[in-house]
């Protein structure tokens, strides 16, 4: 989930929360700044705007190379600008379950899930990460660019309940979030935690301490398709946690151009491109979000329009691409065999792991089998493509045995 969209200055805050103030602080332009940020441009960070926030877009190695060294060996990406929330109180499940499709009841301590913000009309809201923490909270990572949005939704949700008895209230986090990502990331880490990361699986996550600094928190994922972690970390110790992290040769810095084009191969959405509020779980190929129990209750925003479409199948799929020649980018048309526009791209780039052009779109359900030969639109010009099954590169997620 690299997570753009929509995010500003977060608006009022609901009775008990906190506000976030921005892990950092601000730039004269009137953008928002991580904890790292004089850590990214000393060393040769490419800083630009991204959902409010200045962020880097790459280093001096270049995005190619970037990429490459996050899939053979480990990368550091700073992705403070993500919302980090922490939900407390008796109903703080029932409160999460009544805005998500994902059956949050059933998450064990430590344990978490992505799941989907929906609305009435059956559209992804946002896609969110929770775990249902061992200390009496859930803790939510939403989009970068949706912060605005659904600190919005949850407050409006909390002030309902909390009116009817409720026992929930929030706190929006002012951590900073580093996520270490690659197949080198257990050995560099291990070396700063006394807790075993063979026995963390992935979407599961642990309080602890790394490498001296107190307070993190360490969840098993990320936006790669590598075995990873994000660490969440109190702000004024980011830049020394990152620091030590760099300090191994094996752990380079990474940027936003790598994280997109890393989160492609793996298949993996970006909201506002891939997945928005016109979209639905059925289309988007993610009803695997979608608990057993919460589909048969039907108690989740839009439940009656995503369980129809799923009965009466969607009239357009999300599939995966694939072409030679000119790279597939958004917004390009996708033609069937008699030259019939059929869908249209929503993410695409060249891949720097498998060397052709790879790409994500939205396609007529009866177009949407793997191994079915359409046509991109590029540059006036039509360029060959074929559906394919997503990842384009396999995962790497961890499961502890």
């Not at 702000?235 to 890393?262: I, M, N």
């Not at 779109?361 to 493509?385: F, M």
Request: proline share 6%; with cysteine; hydrophobic share 40%.
């Amino acid at each position: 989930m690299l997570r753009a969209g929509c995010r500003a200055a977060l608006p009022r805050r609901p009775s008990g929360s906190a506000p976030r103030r921005g892990a950092g602080g601000t730039a004269a332009e009137g953008l928002k700044q991580t904890p790292l940020d004089a850590l990214h441009r000393a060393r040769g960070g490419r800083m630009v705007p991204f959902a409010g926030w200045s962020l880097p877009l790459q280093y001096e190695q270049g995005h190619l190379q970037s990429h490459l060294h996050t899939r053979r060996h480990c990368s550091l990406f700073d992705v403070t600008h993500m919302m980090q929330t922490r939900v407390y109180g008796r109903d703080r499940v029932r409160f999460m379950e009544s805005l998500v499709v994902g059956d949050i009841a059933e998450l064990k301590p430590g344990q978490g899930t992505l799941t989907l913000l929906t609305n009435e009309k059956g559209g992804i809201t946002d896609d969110l990460i929770v775990i249902n923490t061992w200390e009496d909270h859930l803790y939510v990572v939403s989009n970068a660019g949706c912060a605005d949005k659904d600190s919005a939704i949850f407050r409006d949700r909390a002030e309902e309940l909390q009116a009817t008895g409720s026992d929930v209230h929030l706190e929006v986090s002012d951590n900073a979030l580093l996520a270490l990502q690659g197949p080198s990331m257990v050995r560099v880490l291990q070396a700063g935690l006394l807790d075993d990361l063979a026995k963390l699986s992935f979407m599961n996550s642990i309080s602890t301490t790394v490498f001296g600094v107190p307070g993190c928190r360490v969840t098993r994922c990320g936006y790669t398709g590598e075995d990873g972690v994000e660490i969440s970390v109190p702000s004024g110790r980011a830049v020394e946690l990152a620091e030590r992290l760099l300090d191994v040769p094996d752990v380079w810095l990474a940027g936003l151009a790598a994280r997109d084009s890393l989160r492609l191969e793996a298949g993996l959405c970006l909201y506002g491109n891939d997945i928005d509020e016109t979209i639905t779980p059925a289309e988007a190929g993610l009803m695997w979000t979608l608990g057993k129990r919460r589909r048969a209750a039907m108690d989740f925003p839009g439940a009656a329009v995503i369980m129809a479409q799923v009965k009466e199948k969607p009239r357009r799929k999300r599939v995966g691409l694939t072409s030679v020649g000119p790279p597939i980018r958004p917004h390009m048309a996708i033609l069937g065999p008699e030259g019939r526009p059929v869908g249209t791209v929503t993410s695409g780039c060249p891949s720097p792991s498998l060397g052709k052009n790879i790409a994500m779109g939205y396609v007529e359900a009866a177009h949407s089998r793997a191994g079915t030969q359409l046509t991109v639109e590029v540059r006036k010009k039509h360029h060959p493509a074929l559906i394919t099954k997503m990842p384009f590169v396999p995962t790497q997620y961890y499961i502890a045995k």
